[in-house]
């Protein structure tokens, strides 16, 4: 009996919680049908004497700190069952019945049936759960991707074809075809890629020397840009010079048919290299550094321009950078303000530009080099080079690198900001000469208001390159600050011809118009009364060139 309470006791001090799985979330578990019966045996085997002495037993274990002793820890199959703690509730010949499981469904018959086992996929977990490694081919190749085999055979075969023949190689006038045909270059590229061959100055070049250099060399697998700029840089530097440029300008002008009538002028075959090469610089060089990068290359629009003239007979239908016309009108410019032709300009000079559009202002800003410093090494007087860096922003002032030559000139503290205090300095010139004109003067406070309706900058009342750059209409804003033929122009112009010019060809730029008109006038003063009515056929026309 004693014993008998003492169990009971133990089982009254026993907390049921303690007893108590923890609460899983019931979204996570499925309902088992079992559950009403299995929590019934568990608390049958719960209110034996013998689970009563356990739990007890276990529970002061605990609370003195001492490892647990779980009776059945080292059970195994061969244990007695009357060395086991737990009592017996059920027969010894009675097993509980396996689950239920579809035979095809199994994944351990899904793995006897592939022959794969725990030994060769490991975890059957892991090997459930874990997807397939999918193998990403390489996407980016240093030098452009690999050449397919067959492309790379037919390249050989028809190098073979151009070499045939010519066991000792190909000399430099019969290497234009292989320039065009393999390499894909323009042809006046031909002489400078020669040479980039015959390191030894050997006069020739062997089918191994060229495989080597353009398939070994992996040249063939570039892009264009990068051909182009590989073929033409120095081999110790990453950028181009206007050095590096000179030797296909010089073919160019060797070859072209558009160019033919300048062979008996060598000065000016060289004027007009130099004025083609300035041109690229101003357009494509934009840090200003006089080194053009790979970037800028790739960037710009030289590339399709040089294909355009390799494939057009009339060099003057090549609008950018190539054009005969455009040249023309710049050199005659130019020839037109140095009276002395000494080949320098001073201000004096600059200010007669345009029948005096400029203001002393703008031109001072201009001596001071604070939008480009100066190439002609001569205190006070611009060269050739600054004048054409000059014309190109002042006749077309709706490109990026005229709206930057123009905002540093205005920009009197170099902040970054046009304020209206320095726009107002540069247009109380303007405001003068319109008085001294009889023209009826327009208050700058009415002028600062349209200009910031045109623009709308982000800040109010300040305008920054930015907000120039977004605008169609950038450039009337510093044509009312400094140029005034120019503004009055603006303030009069019909709109409707405007957007008719625009329509006609939409392709042309300001610089485009202003070079063909300027041409024409050109053309008529060479040549007198032959072209006196000014038609568009007369500028049509193949016209002898003045020089």
Sequence with gaps: MDLGLGVTSDMASVDPDLLQLQDVPMLSLKPNPYKAHIDELFSQWLSLPETAKMVTTLLEEAKAGSPLSVPGSSFNVNTSMSNSVLPNMFPAVSTPPLS???VS?????LMRRHGAGPSSLGSPLKWANEPAKEVIPQFYFHNGPPLPREMAERCLSRINQLFFGHMDGLRVEEFKLLTKEICKLPSFFSTTLFKKIDVDNTGVVTRDQFVRYWIDEKMVTMDLATQIFT????????YLTQDDLKPILRELLATHPGLEFLHSTQEFQERYAETVIYRIFYYINRSGNGHITLRELKRGNLIPAMQHVDEEEDINKVLKYFSYEHFYVIYCKFWELDTDHDFLIDKENLLRYGNHALTYRIVDRIFSQVPR??????EGKMGYEDFVYFMLSEEDKSSEPSLEYWFKCVDLDGNGVLTPNEMQFFYEEQLHRMECMAQEPVLFEDILCQMVDMIAPEKEWLFTLR?????????????ILFNLNKFMAFETRDPFLIRQQEREDPTLTEWDRFAHKEYIRLSMEEDGEDASNGSAEVWDESLEAPF
């Design 105 to 109: 469904g199994s994944p351990r018959s």
């Design 467 to 479: 907000d120039l750059k977004r605008c169609k209409l950038s450039g009337s804003v510093f044509n």
């Design 231 to 238: 073929v033409l840089r120095q081999p110790d530097k990453n």
């Design 100 to 102: 239920p499981r579809s």
């Design 373 to 378: 410093k100066f190439t002609s090494n001569v």
